[in-house]
């Protein structure tokens, strides 16, 4: 695998510009590769803790009523994804202070859409968050960066053509330099549930 204590990481992350979508986890940008662990008693069990290379609890994901939401090592909320439909998963955030200009009644802003292909699954970041699912317009759009899972969903890779961003084996999660890792994370379980059957 990928993650074997004594190779590298082959990932190239974001390059010079950053992949980012998640407001509020700024500080989970990577600077550098990182390795995270996804620490979870069973395969889509309803807590899973998000460890770093160190073994340190960066964030956590909690499932409930049909909605997976990471949050911070403080509690705080960051994102969560809720399906649209059968092929598409939206990550999204409820509607916070800092957000000017968005009414009040509507609460979901969009920040990426996923949707699943036969053997891919395309990943569309907007750069302003979409004020509820049905604003959503990814139909002239190329995807942001597509993800090549195994059958199971168990394993991954997020690719932006030939560059590797991160990769998912293992429960271990490698992440290149500028990459928005509580977005990687919420992708990563979105897509295990769009591609696995069990």
Same mark, same amino acid.
């Given at each position: 695998?990928?993650?074997?204590?004594?190779?590298?990481?082959?990932?190239?992350?974001?390059?010079?510009?950053?992949?980012?979508?998640?407001?509020?986890?700024?500080?989970?940008?990577?600077?550098?590769?990182?390795?995270?662990?996804?620490?979870?008693?069973?395969?889509?069990?309803?807590?899973?803790n998000i460890k770093d290379? @160190?073994?340190?609890?960066?964030?956590?994901?909690?499932?409930?009523?049909?909605?997976?939401?990471?949050?911070?090592?403080?509690?705080?909320?960051?994102?969560?994804?809720?399906?649209?439909?059968?092929?598409?998963?939206?990550?999204?955030?409820?509607?916070?202070?800092?957000?000017?200009?968005?009414?009040?009644?509507?609460?979901?802003?969009?920040?990426?859409?996923?949707?699943?292909?036969?053997?891919?699954?395309?990943?569309?970041? @907007?750069?302003?968050?979409?004020?509820?699912?049905?604003?959503?317009?990814?139909?002239?759009?190329?995807?942001?960066?597509?993800?090549?899972?195994?059958?199971?969903?168990?394993?991954?890779?997020?690719?932006?053509?030939?560059?590797?961003?991160?990769?998912?084996?293992?429960?271990?999660?490698?992440?290149?330099?500028?990459?928005?890792?509580?977005?990687?994370?919420?992708?990563?379980?979105?897509?295990?549930?769009?591609?696995?059957?069990?």
């Amino acid at each position: 695998t990928p993650f074997d204590d004594n190779r590298d990481i082959q990932v190239t992350g974001g390059g010079k510009l950053a992949v980012k979508a998640v407001p509020g986890a700024e500080n989970l940008i990577s600077t550098q590769h990182r390795q995270l662990t996804f620490d979870r008693k069973k395969f889509l069990s309803s807590k899973v803790n998000i460890k770093d290379e @160190h073994g340190r609890e960066i964030m956590m994901i909690k499932s409930a009523n049909q909605r997976k939401t990471v949050f911070d090592d403080k509690g705080n909320e960051l994102c969560y994804f809720r399906r649209d439909t059968a092929v598409k998963f939206h990550v999204c955030i409820d509607r916070r202070n800092n957000f000017v200009g968005f009414p009040e009644q509507n609460l979901k802003l969009v920040l990426a859409t996923l949707k699943r292909k036969r053997k891919t699954a395309e990943v569309y970041i @907007h750069e302003e968050p979409v004020n509820g699912f049905s604003k959503v317009n990814i139909k002239e759009r190329t995807p942001d960066f597509e993800i090549a899972p195994n059958v199971a969903g168990t394993e991954m890779s997020f690719m932006k053509g030939t560059t590797k961003l991160g990769e998912f084996a293992g429960e271990k999660l490698a992440v290149g330099p500028n990459m928005d890792m509580a977005l990687l994370t919420i992708i990563t379980e979105a897509v295990r549930e769009l591609f696995y059957d069990g």
